[in-house]
């Protein structure tokens, strides 16, 4: 049944299998035998470039070309290298070429030789000269290790993030290093017969010391598994040595046949390790098995999470182990359920009556047999195989009812579309099923985007139903949109426009930065009038140089504190006079500068008044002078300002305001004088108090007619004042000199805010009728308030007085009690 399926099998301690992904359509004036070849991780594109310690014959530049194909062979780009001596390259986990310098400085590039930015791995590194370099994974990224001329070792455990920091040296440091490698956050090291683990971290190098049964005098090459749990090396007699990364357990050891060092040596997953010999490929296990491939030409070998990827002149190969649950179908004379299931659903496509006979054999199983199915149609390549499994899936689905199964269908079928899709020879991304799941589909989406695919992107997005997919392509493909010279303004802008028109989440702002850092302003402003909302609009039409239109936009959305943004902006970078011109077409911009010069810049306010001959303005400004100033003589200079200002406006009452308080500021400027206490800046009210703190009641009474003080206001300070000293003959005298504008509870109020109810005893029969009863009350004078009330027949008013007398009281609570029966008899 599977016996085609099984050809590229191959038996190792479990089974694994080699086949072919793509033609490669190479196009190199050089064969690859001359070339470093390093590949992206998850599927991404290669990096070529001639290896410098080869002879070879050069037929175009004497400088490095790195060029960047696709996984189809396929030219993405091509980057010329004008630096320093290029030591090693490789790839970041974001699909970002690493080009690292013999000086330690990493020149980092996109995939389509864009130079993005520059770190370096320090001045000591810098000093001595890096002469060996390997980027390895480890659970922060991807990290870089370095060993200088002087065997000092550097690590930076996230390029992402690049900070150099030393590992302790090896005994004897100035001994060359035979090979080494790095794992996680250390290096292991390798010297003659002796291996140190130099760890981040740790004050000294640690000797290890493995269990090797074959002898050897020297280790020529060491490399460790991609999760850093295992490793292999390869010694000087011949055998591969491979064991646990802490090199504590001997999985086994094997003689190869070869005696001089590989090309190329690395795991395949975490059960196989690869190596590379002339034009063979060897692969060994864990167990001692091992398997040759000869080749025809040159080729070379990228390592993946679960996989390795073989690149020659012809062909681009993947190597991987067998899925256990592919294995269980398709192994020769397989009986497991998920295999019986696959025949059924071939007899059924045939019509046949065995459908029936195969599906008896797996019904008690069936449920795990159409979700072995559904998992090995996600672990193959082949759209035809792929269809094989899903078909019988289908079929076996069909007698189920199970919800778990039923999703599991759906989504299977859903992401073997999109892996089709990229594994397409025109997008080339070779990606595994288990790569898919490790990268996610946010990120897979953000390569698509990064290698400019919108279309597809656009399609994936939209059918895998991601949140926000659709508006991350538009915005990245408007962004590449503006970046191309030869589409004119105005139809770019319309094109974007109509593209993103209705598209949540977009930013136009993002777009129209892009156009502007590409020097295509006139294309920025346009994009602009897209944007709705203002907060984002304007900050941008203002580094543009657009300040005119940028507050034209502020003003219309009635947002202050964004006018006020442009406006003070446009002060800071226009000339005075078409500043002025310009704000005084926006009326609310021009009344908020007002506003903000009232509150910090007066001078700049009086300015505007002046041009506007607003006198009225102008006035208020030298009042506000006049108000804080502290010296008598700028305060009045300043009200004779204002006085002339309203003069000039013709608000006769303003000018005469003015001028009264001119002659008030120059009175309390002699009063200054003359009391040695502060009076210049009171008011009228304030002078006539503290005149009267000071006993001047005859000055104060002078000032009071002079400036017509309101008698209403003047009693109540008399009052207020006379209280405050306990001068109670005074108040008496102050009260009977006339009749008291402010009648007489005040004098109540004075007198009993002192704890003086005999002193308030004198007014209370003066106070009103209607209040009087209540004041009495206020007093402690229950039996005459009581009177009051009898006398003016208020029987509430006894009520009020007995509820608010004392219950102690029982003369008083009597007396209001005999009122209240003798008011009721006489009506």
């Not at 009986?335 to 065995?354: D, I, M």
């Not at 810049?601 to 108000?627: K, M, P, S, W």
């Not at 108090?689 to 000055?699: A, T």
Request: proline letters at 4%; a positive charge; aromatic letters at 10%.
């Amino acid at each position: 049944m599977s016996a085609l399926l099984t050809a590229d099998w191959f038996q190792l301690d479990t089974y694994y299998r080699k086949f072919d992904l793509y033609t490669m359509n190479w196009m190199m004036d050089e064969g690859l035998e001359n070339m470093i070849v390093s590949g992206a991780p998850y599927g991404g594109p290669m990096a070529v470039v001639r290896d410098r310690k080869q002879f070879v014959q050069i037929k175009t530049t004497t400088k490095p070309v790195i060029t960047i194909y696709n996984c189809s062979g396929n030219v993405i780009s091509k980057i010329l290298w004008n630096s320093g001596v290029l030591l090693h390259i490789g790839w970041s986990d974001g699909e970002q070429l690493l080009c690292i310098q013999e000086s330690g400085d990493v020149l980092i590039y996109d995939m389509f030789g864009a130079y993005q930015k520059t770190f370096n791995m320090g001045q000591e590194v810098r000093d001595t000269k890096v002469c060996k370099a390997q980027l390895f994974p480890n659970p922060h990224g991807i990290g870089l290790a370095v060993i200088t001329t002087t065997n000092r070792m550097f690590l930076v455990s996230n390029v992402s993030e690049p900070k150099a920091r030393p590992v302790p040296d090896i005994p004897r440091a100035n001994e060359p290093i035979s090979c080494w490698c790095a794992v996680n956050s250390s290096f292991i090291v390798c010297r003659d017969k002796e291996i140190y683990k130099c760890q981040l971290g740790e004050s000294r190098a640690i000797l290890l010391r493995p269990e090797i049964k074959n002898p050897y005098t020297q280790i020529l090459s060491i490399v460790a598994s991609q999760n850093g749990k295992h490793i292999a090396f390869f010694t000087d007699s011949g055998f591969l040595w491979i064991g646990s990364s802490d090199l504590r357990n001997n999985y086994c050891e094997l003689d190869t046949d070869y005696i001089k060092q590989p090309k190329e040596f690395m795991w395949c997953g975490s059960q196989a390790v690869a190596a590379h010999w002339d034009d063979t490929l060897c692969m060994y296990g864990t167990k001692g098995n091992s398997v040759a491939y000869p080749y025809d030409g040159p080729f070379h070998l990228i390592q993946e999470m679960d996989c390795i990827r073989i690149v020659s002149e012809m062909t681009h190969e993947l190597v991987q182990k067998v899925p256990f649950v592919v294995e269980k179908i398709f192994r020769i004379n397989s009986t497991a359920p998920g295999s019986y299931l696959v025949e059924a659903s071939k007899q059924f496509q045939k019509r046949s009556h065995r459908a029936d006979e195969y599906i008896r054999l797996v019904k008690p199983d069936l449920s795990a047999a159409v979700a072995d199915c559904i998992d090995a149609a996600a672990f193959e390549f082949s759209p035809d195989v792929q269809k094989m499994l899903i078909r019988a899936a289908q079929f076996g689905k069909c007698f189920l009812m199970d919800p778990v199964i039923t999703e599991l269908y759906v989504k299977t079928c859903r992401w073997l579309r999109v892996l089709n899709a990229v594994r397409d020879p025109k997008v080339a991304i070779p990606l595994t099923s288990m790569q898919m799941r490790n990268l996610g589909e946010r990120i897979l989406l953000d390569r698509l985007i990064w290698r400019r695919l919108h279309c597809l992107a656009g399609h994936i997005a939209s059918y895998l139903q991601l949140k926000d997919g659709r508006t991350r392509v538009l915005s990245h493909w408007a962004c590449y949109k503006v970046t191309q010279p030869h589409l004119d303004n105005e139809s770019a802008a319309r094109e974007i426009g109509e593209k993103l028109r209705n598209v949540p989440g977009i930013s136009y702002t993002t777009i129209a930065m892009k156009a502007a850092e590409k020097g295509r302003k006139a294309l920025a402003i346009k994009i602009l009038e897209y944007e709705a909302h203002s907060k984002l609009q304007v900050p941008l039409l203002l580094s543009l140089g657009e300040g005119p239109t940028a507050l034209l936009k502020a003003t219309a959305s009635g947002d202050t504190d964004l006018v006020y943004v442009v406006l003070l902006h446009l002060k800071e970078k226009m000339g005075k006079h078409d500043f002025e011109l310009t704000i005084r077409s926006f009326p609310l911009a021009h009344a908020l500068y007002i506003k903000y010069c009232a509150s910090h810049n007066r001078e700049a306010l009086r300015l505007v008044y002046v041009q506007e001959d607003d006198f009225q303005g102008q006035a208020a400004t030298h009042i506000c002078d006049a108000i804080e100033q502290t010296n008598p003589g700028s305060a009045e200079a300043s009200l004779i300002s204002a006085r002339e200002c309203y003069k000039k406006g013709k608000n006769e009452l303003g000018a005469s305001v003015c001028e009264d308080a001119r002659k008030l500021c120059k009175q309390q400027s002699s009063l200054q004088e003359t009391y040695g206490t502060s009076f210049v800046g009171l008011s009228l009210h304030d002078t006539v108090k503290k005149l009267l703190d000071q006993g001047e009641v005859r000055l104060a009474d002078k000032l009071r007619s002079e400036y017509k003080m309101p008698d209403r206001r003047y009693w109540w300070l008399r009052i207020l004042k006379l209280a405050e000293k306990s001068n109670w003959e005074e108040l008496d005298k102050f009260s009977k000199s006339k009749k008291s504008p402010v009648g007489y509870e005040p004098f109540v109020d004075a007198c009993l805010k002192y704890n003086k109810a005999d002193e308030a005893l004198k007014y209370l029969p003066r106070c009103r009728d209607e209040i009087k009863i209540k004041y009495y009350v206020k007093a402690g004078y229950y039996a005459e308030a009581a009177e009051v009330a009898y006398e003016q027949k208020d029987e509430a008013g006894l009520h009020f007085v007995q509820n608010k007398c004392p219950m102690q009281d029982f003369d008083n609570q009597a007396k209001i009690s005999g009122l209240l029966e003798q008011l009721k008899i006489k009506k």
